[in-house]
């Protein structure tokens, strides 16, 4: 089957076609760098790391773009209580969120880009907005005119006329209508500012994305993706300003994640109700986080607690523990399995498959994944040798599709004397030499090395 994504602006299922044959383009909303990552922003990034790894798969030329917002009003306000300038906040958090993306098994993006690596872009959108007629200067700023634009309000289901009740023109904003947004915000004393045709100033929130999209992907990307809260007004304000410099559409799917809950209240900075994932990486493995994240469809929201991580760890042995027995990360290739494994292994391929391409949906490709390791389990109880190995090593496959699996089981480290004796028995076995096979064990023995023989082959282990 096709591979169909969610698409928050027409509200369907709709068949993947890229914009150009055999690429896809993908720009999510990362982190305004004014702390250090939290589980929220890991889960994000790793939703849509999962659907580059899934287009991937299927062939697709990835490229990806993962903005950092790298000044606003709360990185200045830091920087401004610690006494630093402000890209020492920036700095360090993106270097934080660079570390345990890295430890979560998360692909660097294709590109990171930063907004005041993009003020250039920024300046030509919004010189071509106002001379469009979608934007306005005045009193240093300059503002996007929400009513110029017949379909705002398109992405997030809201009507102007109902929103324009909630909205109020604050002191110092020089703006028309209250809904109006800033596209660049004049210069105020002691903040970081650069030289614009309107006076100095620095960018508005979401002219930022507009424009380091374009730039690295062109006019209309294939997936947007972020967390749903930027619904509106972020990605809202975002498609408004781009459709209304470019006459196309921005994105073809806008496929935001769901939230992450602690205690059934939405994660929030602002509440302070969120959990660091330095706190999290320092008690839990990173393969466990990523794989609980994961057992949760992105577009739902998915409730955090340790107690549901340690409830995780102990479901995420269960797919490893084949994998282990089989030795599946150094096993060798050989024929696929035939008879009843054979079809549990076709079943769960082809299912697995199904899941992921129907909206992305790696809970239901990790049901699968249980159903295998369970075939899996039953063959190497019941002897099946070479063919459990490989039913093993198609397990471990389509968990890597996943990004899952990706640390082998800690080994020991062998003196290049065992390692010969360990290579010469093995040799031994394959030759059934049973005699010399024994004789050697006990070599390995008199040195403190025990042997284990299994359907992965030899292990060795300590006394």
Aim: with cysteine.
């Amino acid at each position: 089957m096709p591979l169909r994504i969610y698409d928050t602006l027409t509200r369907e299922k709709r068949e993947f076609v890229p914009v150009s044959p055999g690429r896809a383009s993908m720009y999510v909303c990362g982190m305004t760098v004014q702390n250090k990552p939290h589980v929220g922003h890991i889960r994000a990034s790793l939703s849509a790391e999962v659907m580059r790894r899934y287009l991937e798969h299927l062939g697709y030329q990835v490229s990806y773009a993962y903005n950092f917002t790298d000044v606003d009003d709360k990185i200045i306000a830091r920087a401004n209580e610690e006494g630093i300038e402000y890209a020492g906040v920036s700095e360090r958090n993106i270097e934080a969120y660079l570390k345990f993306a890295d430890l979560h098994n998360i692909k660097r993006a294709t590109v990171y880009p930063r907004a005041t690596q993009h003020i250039g872009e920024m300046h030509e959108l919004i010189r071509l907005l106002i001379e469009k007629g979608h934007a306005y200067a005045a009193g240093g700023d300059v503002y996007f005119d929400v009513r110029s634009q017949a379909e705002y309000g398109k992405l997030s289901g809201r009507r102007v006329d109902e929103l324009r009740e909630g909205y109020r023109i604050e002191p110092g904003e020089s703006k028309r209508d209250p809904l109006d947004f800033a596209l660049w915000k004049g210069a105020k004393p002691g903040e970081p500012a650069w030289e614009s045709p309107w006076g100095p100033g620095r960018p508005g929130w979401h002219i930022e994305c507009s424009a380091m999209a374009m730039k690295h992907l062109g006019d209309t990307i294939d997936i947007h993706g972020g967390g749903q809260d930027l619904i509106f007004p972020h990605h809202e304000n975002e498609l408004a300003q781009s459709e209304a410099c470019t006459g196309k559409p921005f994105a073809n799917f806008w496929a935001e994640n769901g939230l992450v809950n602690l205690s059934g209240a939405k994660m929030s900075k602002s509440d302070g109700n969120f959990f660091f994932i330095e706190d999290i990486a320092a008690k839990v493995d990173p393969e466990i986080t990523r794989f609980y994240l994961l057992s949760t469809h992105y577009r739902s929201p998915i409730e955090f607690s340790l107690e549901r991580l340690a409830e995780a760890g102990v479901a995420y042995q269960r797919l490893r523990t084949p994998l282990e027995r089989a030795a599946a990360w150094t096993a060798p290739p050989g024929p696929a399995p035939g008879g009843d494994l054979g079809k549990a292994v076709a079943d769960a391929e082809r299912l697995f498959h199904e899941a992921m391409e129907d909206d992305f949906n790696s809970a239901g490709a990790l049901g699968h994944l249980f159903d295998l390791a369970r075939a899996v389990n039953r063959a190497l109880d019941e002897g099946a040798g070479s063919e459990g190995v490989q039913a093993a090593r198609k397990l471990y496959q389509l968990g890597g599709i996943l990004g899952l699996f990706w640390k082998a089981p800690a080994g020991e480290e062998w003196s290049a004397e065992v390692l010969e004796i360990a290579a010469r028995r093995d040799q031994a076995r394959k030759a059934k030499d049973w005699k010399a096979s024994d004789e050697l064990r006990d070599q390995l023995a008199e040195r403190g090395v025990l042997v284990k023989d299994g359907p992965g082959g030899q292990e060795l282990k300590k006394k």
